[in-house]
């Protein structure tokens, strides 16, 4: 998997660049899992100590082991995802058990904006939504960084345009 800015899109053979997300998604998605999940334990251990004794608040555990699986598997998700200009269209891929590849023609493309909520600006990141003609190519590019999901908004407004000046 290749990170950078996106701007060669194909490499000789023909295969597309992909680009990865970056680090920061993960950190923000598995403080997120650390902190709704210890907070639960922490809510659940206390209500059952008081109710029902100490033995039974031993099933506040159960939320911590969760989270332990939760940070391998959000781990492996965000290895999983990644981009690819081309030069007639955008791919997406992402998934583990279930692979998708989402493929976006310029052309098609009615709509390409950029959104980051609260937590999202509080880790320095953005996301990508493109939006189409068919909503089954409706697609979104998670944790950017908020220089790059401008650039990829720029560039893939510019190109839509470009392909859709013929229709």
Same mark, same amino acid.
């Given at each position: ?15 597309? +660049?992909?680009? /990865? %997300?970056?680090? &920061? $998604? !993960? ?9 709704? #999940?210890? @907070?639960?334990? +922490?809510?659940? /251990? %206390?209500?059952? &100590? $008081? !109710? ?9 555990? #159960?939320? @911590?082991?969760?989270?332990?699986? /939760? ?23 992402? /998934? ?72």
């Amino acid at each position: 998997m290749e990170t950078g800015s996106g701007q060669d899109t194909e490499v000789t053979g023909g295969e597309p +660049v992909w680009i /990865g %997300l970056p680090p &920061g $998604l !993960l950190r923000m998605r598995r403080m997120l899992l650390v902190v709704w #999940l210890g @907070l639960l334990a +922490v809510g659940l /251990g %206390l209500l059952l &100590g $008081l !109710l029902c004794g100490p033995f039974w608040a031993a099933f506040a555990l #159960l939320p @911590l082991a969760l989270a332990g699986w /939760g940070w391998v598997v959000l781990g492996r998700n965000w290895r999983s995802w990644r981009y690819a200009e081309r030069a007639d269209d955008l791919l997406i891929s992402r /998934g583990v058990l279930w692979r998708e590849e989402t493929v976006v023609p310029y052309g098609r493309m009615q709509l390409v904006e950029v959104t980051s909520g609260p937590v999202e600006r509080h880790f320095g990141l953005a996301s990508v939504q493109l939006h189409t003609a068919a909503a089954a190519t409706d697609a979104t590019i998670p944790g950017l960084d908020p220089a790059e999901a401008e650039r990829l908004r720029d560039r893939l407004t510019e190109l839509g345009e470009a392909r859709s000046a013929g229709l």
